[in-house]
């Protein structure tokens, strides 16, 4: 079974714009997450992350919300550039109950239009 | 800054051979995470290690094996390798046994055929 769902395989904004990615979990004892960004044929680059007692975490353009009642969380984007267009993964982790190991989502690819 | 290095980063092979992957962790990090990724899937956790031993494991078949040695550097070894087997390997460090954040290396592409 899926625990982290990224239910938007694709997402295609224009250049300035905001890119919102959004991310479901399924297990409520997941308390630290993140945003990796996934270029061919290179490994996922760490973007931001937020703790479960946070509901938002900001850094520079990229901004990530939780909504822990929903189970729910989003990326967020703005403004949007082109060399953002790659593959976006949300991941989760048990954290202090748990060794570190992430369960990923399924990813969304962002296409950025100059 | 120095990132997870991962060798090689192409392996072709044929069926039932053996392969080893190599990862070395950023400097001071002293956690290291398998994960594999299948075409069009996502990250899979493989196994981990923390000071040179094993803790976690995830979905790694009884074929595969992996270490960490003293100098922090790990390798995964595949057995008897499958067609299903064809699939991008990345390891990540972090420092740690509970750590918030993995770096992830650039992957080993392993291709059975």
């Known amino acids: 079974d899926q625990q982290v769902k990224q239910n938007s395989p694709s997402l295609s904004v224009q250049e300035g714009r905001i890119s919102i990615l959004n991310c479901d979990y399924t297990n409520s004892m997941f308390d630290y997450f993140l945003w990796y960004k996934k270029y061919p044929a290179e490994g996922p680059t760490f973007l931001i992350s937020i703790s479960s007692i946070k509901d938002k975490n900001e850094d520079g353009r990229f901004t990530v919300f939780l909504n822990k009642s929903a189970k729910h969380l989003s990326l967020h984007i703005v403004p949007s550039q082109p060399g953002d267009s790659a593959v976006y993964f949300c991941a989760a982790s048990l954290g202090s109950s748990n060794t570190g190991k992430l369960i990923f989502g399924q990813g969304t690819t962002l296409q950025v239009k100059p | 800054a120095a990132g997870v290095i991962q060798s090689p980063r192409h392996l072709i092979k044929e069926k039932r051979e053996t392969a080893t992957l190599k990862c070395y962790p950023i400097p001071r990090h002293d956690t290291v995470y398998w994960y594999q990724q299948g075409p069009g899937q996502d990250p899979q956790f493989l196994i981990s290690?923390?000071?040179?031993?094993?803790?976690d494991k995830g979905s790694i078949p009884d074929r595969f094996s992996a270490q960490q040695f003293s100098d922090y550097h790990s390798e995964l070894n595949m057995s008897s390798l499958e067609l299903g087997d064809s699939a991008l390997y990345f390891c990540?460090?972090?420092?740690?046994?509970?750590?918030?954040?993995?770096?992830f290396g650039p992957g080993t592409r392993l291709t059975v055929l």
């Open positions: 290690f923390y000071e040179k031993m094993q803790s």
């Open positions: 990540a460090s972090s420092r740690g046994q509970v750590a918030d954040t993995q770096y």
